[in-house]
């Protein structure tokens, strides 16, 4: 009677454990960059180009978890050398205001770089020269 029992109790815990979902910890969302998504907490270390806050392997699977089940984002592989691994993710979909996104390990450090579309591009120079003509107006009201 005692076996019987142990038996139906493990053949239970085993059921629960196989039928139970597994636990999948969920993303943070991509934070938006002239339209890309960039991983959360990246810094800015220059023009277009972020630090992740994770190592290459750790970003990489951030990306394929949250934007490479688009059927617009594909992965294609750069380099992969003792020194450096990369790869690109082409952003397919017509008048993005991005790209791709440039995701590449150099002396352990994961860079991402963003490769915004001409049409954002434009925009982002016309913003700029706009900014800087009321900078030069606003100095000429001063005199």
């Known amino acids: 009677m005692t076996i019987r029992l142990v038996r139906l109790f493990l053949a239970a815990c085993l059921v629960f454990v196989f039928s139970a ?26 023009e277009n180009r972020f630090r992740s806050p994770r190592d290459y392997d750790r970003t990489l699977e951030y990306y394929h978890k ?10 294609e592989k ?10 690109f993710l082409r952003n397919k979909k017509k008048g993005a205001s991005w790209e791709g996104l440039n995701i590449y390990e150099y002396k352990g450090s ?33 005199k």
């Open 21 to 46: 979902s597994p636990a999948v910890a969920r993303e943070t969302p991509p934070v938006p960059y002239h339209g890309a998504p960039l991983i959360p907490w990246a810094k800015k270390i220059g």
């Open 110 to 142: 994961c860079t991402i770089f963003t490769v915004l579309s001409d049409h954002e591009l434009a925009k982002i120079a016309k913003e700029a020269a706009k900014k800087k003509t009321g900078k030069k107006k606003s100095g000429a009201k001063g």
């Open 66 to 75: 949250t934007v490479l089940f688009s059927p617009y984002v594909v992965q």
């Open 78 to 87: 750069i380099i992969n050398t003792s020194g450096v691994r990369a790869v």
